[in-house]
Each structure stands twice: as C-alpha cells, then as structure tokens.
C-alpha cells in the first residue's frame, strides 16, 4: 500500500517536471502551438521508438530502467528545441537569406541540423557504450535511449520544422499571447517584414535582451585577462577537491534501499536490517554444493532477443550415484556439522551445523522402509548397518522415500520431495544430480548486501567446494563440485563487481567517443580536445559531488556515472561547432558564438535543471538520484562549457585553419 502511494506521489512530481518543460518552451516561443507541438514530438519519439526497439531490433528485454529514456529525451528534445528556434529567431538578422522563406528555411535547416547533428551522434554513442556491460538491464537502457534520442532528433528536423513554417505562415505576431488564432495567412510575410526592417535600419537591429546579454556581458566577462585568471584558479581549486573525492569512491557496503531515507517503511526497513540481530530461527541463505551438475552452456544466449533463455543446462555424465558415492556425501555432512573451522560460517543450531543433508534419511528410509521412527533417524543408529541403497535399486526406494515426511521439517507436514527439492535430482528414472545444502551464518536471501561483504563468505564457501573436489571422485568421475546459491545473492554480488567497472569503461569510453566525434566534425584538434577536456571535468565533479553527499557505488550510482558522457556533451558541442563555424579572431568567433548559443544552452540548462528538481522529493530512490544526477550534470556541464571550455579558447587563442585541418 505505501509502495502504491509513493509510485503514485513521484508520478505527480514527474508531470509537474514536464509541465514545467511546457511552460518554458511556451515562453521561449512565444506560442501555444509551437510549445504543444514541442511536447508532442518529446513524447511521441518513445512510441517510436518502441516500435524500432521492438519490432525492427527484435529486442523483447524492456528493463524497468527504459523509463528514464523519457526524462533523458525531455531534457535533451527540449534543447534540440531551442536550439532550432533560437537559429530561427536569429535568421531575421541577416539580411542575405531573407529573400524569401524557403532560402531563410534552408539556412536555419543547415545551421541547426550539423549543429544537433553531432550532438545527438555523440549522445547516441555514449548511450550505446552501455553495450560493454554483459547487464542486460542496462545494455537494453542504452539501446532503447540511443534509438530515442536519434528519433527525436528526426521529429525535430521534420515534424517540428514543419510546426516552425506553418508558425511563420499563419500564426508568428499575428495572435495575442502566441494563440493559433487568426489562423489566416500572414501577409505579409514575416521573412518579408523581418527584411524591410533590416534594409529601413541598415541591417543593424537591436537583439533580445538575453541574446545581448550573452553577446555583450558574457562574451566580454569572458575576454578579460584577470576574469579568465580567476576562473583558472577556481576551477582548478575545485577540480583538485572533486578528482580527490572522486578517488574516495568505493562499492557499497550495505544494503541498497528502494525509499528515502524518511519513508516510514523504509524507516522500518531499516531499523529491522539494523537494530535487530539475527535469530537463531532465522532463515539463512541456502548455499547448495551439488554433484552431478556441470556449468549452463551458454552458447546462443542473448536475453535482448529472448529473456526467458538462461542456457542450456547439462548434467555431468560420468555422475554416479552408487554406495561410495553416498558415503563420500554423507561424509561431507558430518564434515559441515560439526567441523570447528565452520562454526562462524555455517549457522548453527544446537551447537552442530545447519545442512540439509537427504542422505540421512535416505539411509535410516532404506533400512526401516518408512521414517516413522524420528529418533531412530536423528539418532544415526541405522549407520551402523549397510545403509547405502543400491544403484539398482534406486528406482524401487526412490519413489516411496519422496512421499516420507521429513523427520527435519519442524512443521511435520513437509514431505521428504518439498524439503529436499533443489537437493534431489530425481527425474523418475535416475538420479541425475545430488546436492547437499548449508545455511549461511551471516547471509539470508531477503537483504541485499554489499559486494565486499558477500564476496568474503562467498571464497569461503567456494575454498569449501575446492577441498570437497578432492573427496568427490567417487561421485562427480573427477569434475568439479559446483557451489551455489539459488536466492541469487552471490549473482548480485558479480554484478556489482560489473557495476563498478562498467561505470568507470563506459565513462572513459564516452569521452573517447566524443572526442573522435568532434574531431571529425570540426576537424579541428584543439576543439575536440578541449571539449572532451570539459567533459572529463564534469565527469569528474559529479562523482565527486556524489561523495560528498554520502552516496556509495551502487547499482544506480554506477548507472548514472556510465551515462554522464551522454548527458553531459550537448552545451559544449553546440558552443564548439558555433565557435567553429564563426569568423574573424578568437575573440569575434567568441562574441559570435555566445550571441548565437548562449540563449539556447542556458534555456536547455535551465530547463532541465528546473525539471529535475521534483525528483529531489521522489521517494523511490532511483528517481530521487536520477533527479540529483540530472541537476549535477546538466549544471556543471554548462559551468564548464561556458567558463571553462571557453576561457581556455580565449587564453590560448590557437587559430583555426580555414581549410580546417587540425590546427595544434
């Protein structure tokens, strides 16, 4: 019931989000129309999508993680948005291509498509860097995202552009308050009264005041020596502290928690898993030693295409569960009862070992015929006669033996077939694998530990399995004894290993890629390496940032820092391609690119970093940090792209080749 009202409470807080995102692009645009039309292109490129990701991929894994794709695409769309609008609502300064709309058109088309272009490309490939991971949940994440961004990207260059002519032709300064009536044709033409305007004033035209802000205020802060020094000195002294924190980042050690921390549920939660000790009546988890079994052939596995499809499993072959092989289990039994090297390993009750061990009533069962006698079971007088049942046999004893009850089973009502049924690998003809149990001392299949924590009683149990190998040659015919849990522990435990380094590959592999990326769109060197340059910086202050507010490497803080590159690439590609694309010294192509760009980046910036700020207040957790890693990215990637990435342009002042060759 709380899960229920707090999946329906973050619901609320993610479309005040995108109500936010309506509102804003409604105020940059300055109509309804444009901004419905906007929204609609946002979340009609998930469908979309689906339907490639689905239907044309053949990709039926949809992880839970797929969701946040619509919060990735509202914050990068709503930039694309800007982007093309902002080149729009510049063409009518000049003076060259506005001859008529299809000319006016075509240059904005060109401008804002390579601009958006690269970015969505950079975007895209740091997305489908989550293919190194072998995580299908995150692999079908990254997929599912790239193939969002690259339809929204379209939808933009086509729906919204059609949007944008029928805006110019019907509704632009013809209604009040941006609303789509009148909706007869504009005449005339705004490209025509824009052109008159520029030829009554000599082509100079007074900007918006934002534009000018940044053309002017910026762009000159900026271009001062000692502004550029101090900027150096603080970005340095940040970047020391946040490349030390980062350092300081280390795997969780505790379990990771699905509400915040003030949920009353979690708060029990908590206080259960932590002010409570275990009881000597709590379940443990079940770790299973099991003959007979060999390692799932994975050959053709690929849960993107089929998620039900683990592997083909296979049996060992030369298993034979004949009476040597029975005493060498039945031995092992005894050796995990009552050997004093597992005291702290094994939970204990009445001082001996927790084992679920069918051999023992296996035995008594094959002498007595029926386990009605308890005490003769527990009491082990039946190993003094020839207990073991004959291989030839097993087809007579083993059937009965099944419907026992189970002198083990406290309740009195488990059967012999419902207690040992992962232990006995009975198929109704033979024995095909035979396991014997242990219940861990300090795991239980219910928390979820930290790696570190499992991963020390997972080699202990594995060194157990690696000694029993040298005991088993009767049963296994010389292969190796397969230890195990069932509760999926010890998977979580290797896949928080993968979370670890998966962040850190796809991370270095994202900033590669974005490097390449630009070098080969600008073609120019010391802009591609400066742009990566920023985003290395962002990288690093959000893992830093995430230290300092106490947040360990989980699965959803290693998600986050996977994708960082992707999120993290838009403000200093477009500011790159502009300071490209312009002429004159560094300085003019600086003026140039602010006058161009800074509108649009701080209206993505502001955009996105206002519409994550509902997902502080999440009570489930993924969202909560989605919502924080969203803000801390968004926002440093524009510090840095701004500040950063542009006072070391103006400090170096590295001309650009005309002919564009790589110029350090």
């Known amino acids: 019931m709380c899960t229920s009202i707090s999946i329906a409470q973050d619901a609320m807080l993610a479309l005040f989000s995108f109500a936010f995102i309506f509102f804003w692009l409604f105020v940059n645009t300055s109509s309804w129309f444009l901004a419905f039309v906007g929204l609609f292109e946002i979340f009609f490129s ?41 080149a729009y609502k510049q063409s009518q300064y000049h003076l060259d291509i506005l001859t008529d709309l299809e000319t006016r058109m075509s240059w904005v ?43 929204d990207y379209v939808l933009v260059m086509t729906l919204f552009c059609t949007a944008v002519v029928i805006y110019h032709n019907r509704y632009e300064k013809s209604a009040k308050f941006g609303c789509c009536c009148p909706c007869g044709l504009n005449d005339p033409s705004n490209t025509e009264k824009a052109r008159l305007a520029l030829e009554e004033n000599d082509g100079d035209i007074k900007r918006d005041r934002v534009s000018e802000f940044f053309r002017t205020k910026v762009a000159g802060f900026i271009k001062v020596p000692l502004h550029r020094l101090v900027l150096c000195v603080v970005f340095l002294t940040w970047m020391g502290v946040a490349i030390w924190q980062a350092t300081l980042i280390e795997a969780t050690k505790e379990s990771e928690q699905f509400l915040s921390e003030d949920n009353p549920l979690q708060k029990s939660l908590t206080i259960l898993d932590r002010e409570f000790p275990s009881a000597d009546d709590d379940l443990g988890l079940k770790v299973y030693y099991a003959y007979g079994v060999d390692q799932v052939d994975r050959q053709g596995v690929n849960r993107l295409i089929d998620p039900d499809f683990f592997g083909t499993p296979k049996f060992v072959e030369e298993f034979v569960f004949d009476e040597q092989c029975q005493t060498d289990l039945l031995e092992f039994c005894d050796t995990l009862r009552t050997d004093p090297l597992y005291e702290d390993l ?6 001996l070992g927790l084992v679920y061990c069918f051999l023992e009533e296996l035995g ?48 009195g009502s488990d059967t012999i077939a419902g207690r040992y049924q992962n232990e006995i690998g009975w198929d109704g003809q033979s024995m095909r694998f035979a396991a014997v149990a242990a219940e861990s001392a300090v795991l239980d299949p219910f928390g979820i530990d930290g790696e570190s924590f499992t991963r020390a009683e997972y080699e202990q149990f594995i060194k157990i399995a690696e000694e029993q190998d040298k005991l088993a040659q009767s049963c296994n015919g010389g292969n190796e004894v397969v ?13 928080q290993s993968i979370y670890v380094r998966s962040a850190y590959q796809s991370a270095i592999l994202g900033v590669a890629i974005a ?47 996977g994708i960082i590159a992707g999120f993290s690439v838009d403000y200093v590609v477009h500011l790159a391609h502009a300071y490209e694309i312009a002429s004159g010294d560094t300085y003019d192509r600086i003026t140039e690119a602010f006058s161009d760009l800074g509108i649009s980046v701080f209206n993505g910036m502001i955009t996105s970093v206002v519409a994550s700020i509902p997902l502080f207040f999440c009570q489930l957790q993924f969202f909560a ?4 890693f969203i803000c801390l990215t968004i926002a440093f990637s524009w510090i840095f792209a701004n500040f950063g990435f542009m006072s070391l342009l103006a400090q170096l002042k590295i001309p650009i080749n ?3 060759k790589c110029s350090l």
Not at 118 to 131: Q, V
Not at 400 to 408: H, I, M, P, R
Not at 483 to 495: A, C, Q, R, Y
């Open 109 to 151: 088309y060109r401008r804002t498509g390579t601009a958006m272009a690269i970015t969505s490309a950079t975007t895209c490939a740091a997305f489908l860097c989550t293919l190194i991971t072998p995580l299908t949940s995150i692999r079908s994440f990254g997929i599912f995202a790239a193939v969002v961004i690259f339809i």
């Open 364 to 411: 008594a069962y094959n002498i007595k015929g029926n386990l009605d006698d308890c005490d003769y079971v527990r009491q082990g007088d039946w190993k003094n006669a020839t207990w073991q049942v004959d291989p030839s046999n097993l087809a007579d004893i083993i059937p009965g033996f099944l419907q026992q009850k189970s002198c083990y089973d406290e309740s």
């Open 483 to 495: 230890m195990t849990d069932l509760d999926e522990k010890f998977v979580f435990m290797n896949n």
């Open 625 to 628: 940090k989605f919502g924080t």
């Open 515 to 561: 490097f390449v990326v630009l070098l080969i769109s600008t073609r120019v060197f010391h802009l591609a390496f400066f742009a990566s340059l920023s985003i290395t910086c962002v990288l690093l202050s959000v893992v830093g940032v995430m230290v300092m507010i106490g947040w360990d490497l989980g699965s959803i803080e290693s998600i986050l820092i």
């Open 658 to 660: 005309p002919n564009k």
């Open 346 to 351: 094994i939970k204990r009750k009445s001082g």
């Open 46 to 86: 998930i469908p979309i999508a689906w339907f490639i990701f689905t239907v044309v991929f053949q990709i039926n894994y949809f992880a839970t993680l797929n969701a946040l794709a619509l919060f990735v695409v509202a914050a990068i769309g709503a930039d694309d948005i800007f982007i093309f609008m902002d």
